[in-house]
């Protein structure tokens, strides 16, 4: 089966290239099941009903998130959604799921289900429990499923490269998957690890190629040069989407290819 990873989607922008560009690459890649990561699909920070159902529509499975989570309020009249799910290393209190266990819509022989998980890195990010041992956690709780969800992808949403390779080590042979999110700047190292899990540090982003991560760039030059808040814009003009997809062998449910998508 084939799986495909949308890295962050940028705001309205961003959305429609999803909605313009989705249905072909599910042609031509035979995509079963679509992940995107929602967290700057409004206006630039969180996710809303309305363009999580949107991403939906387009042909999205599964929305995922990371430190923008919860910028817009209402995130709540979706945050409940069985297919959107938030970091799983919040502490429990805290709205929505970390994972979550799902059909693919077209039926794929072997896979009746898709595990999808979300966790948060801990520099530069809000304060989240251990990712390691969360992951830990809820992988062990996968296993008690009878049967277990025979592929599991790992949206890991950090800014260090350091702990995402380490993340992605740390799962290796574990899940399917460990594809990074969050910088916006998708990173040319995608593999398979040693003990078979794809690995990726960064996605990339759906959003303007002609911008600082998807943001006008006038704006951020000026919070650089001046160390003062400013008011930023999503970028509207050359928009690319960058993902992955993964070859996952539906008899060892190992994956056999990462391949990265720049549109
Ligand atoms: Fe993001
Ligand atoms: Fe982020």
Do not use: W
């Not at 799986?3 to 989607?9: C, E, N, R, S, T």
């Amino acid at each position: 089966m084939n799986v495909l990873f949308i890295g962050d989607v940028v705001g309205s922008s961003g959305r429609e290239k999803v909605g313009d560009i989705l249905p072909v690459l599910k042609e031509e890649y035979s995509i079963d099941f679509t992940i995107a990561n929602g967290e700057n699909s409004a206006g630039g920070v969180g996710l809303t009903k309305k363009t999580a159902e949107e991403l939906f529509a387009s042909g999205v499975d599964v929305i995922t998130l990371g430190n923008h989570s919860f910028n817009r309020k209402e995130v709540v009249d979706i945050i409940d959604h069985p297919r959107v799910i938030r970091p799983a290393n919040h502490p429990d209190i805290v709205p929505g799921k970390g994972f979550c266990v799902v059909a693919p819509a077209k039926s794929v022989e072997g896979v009746k289900e898709i595990a999808v998980i979300n966790f948060l890195g801990r520099f530069n990010m809000p304060l989240v429990d251990c990712p390691f041992k969360t992951a830990d956690n809820v992988l062990g709780n996968l296993s008690k499923r009878n049967p277990g969800p025979p592929v599991i992808i790992v949206d890991f949403h950090a800014e260090l490269t350091s702990e995402k390779q380490a993340f992605g080590h740390f799962l290796d042979g574990r899940v399917t998957a460990v594809i990074g999110t969050h910088t916006h700047v998708q990173t040319a190292d995608e593999k398979i690890l040693p003990g078979g899990t794809a690995y990726i540090t960064d996605a990339g982003m759906v959003g303007s190629g002609n911008s600082v991560i998807g943001v006008e760039k006038a704006e951020v030059i000026k919070r650089f040069l001046t160390g003062l808040p400013a008011k930023f814009q999503v970028a509207k003009e050359d928009i690319i989407l960058n993902g992955v997809v993964l070859t996952i062998d539906n008899k060892s449910y190992k994956c056999t290819e990462i391949k990265r998508i720049i549109r």
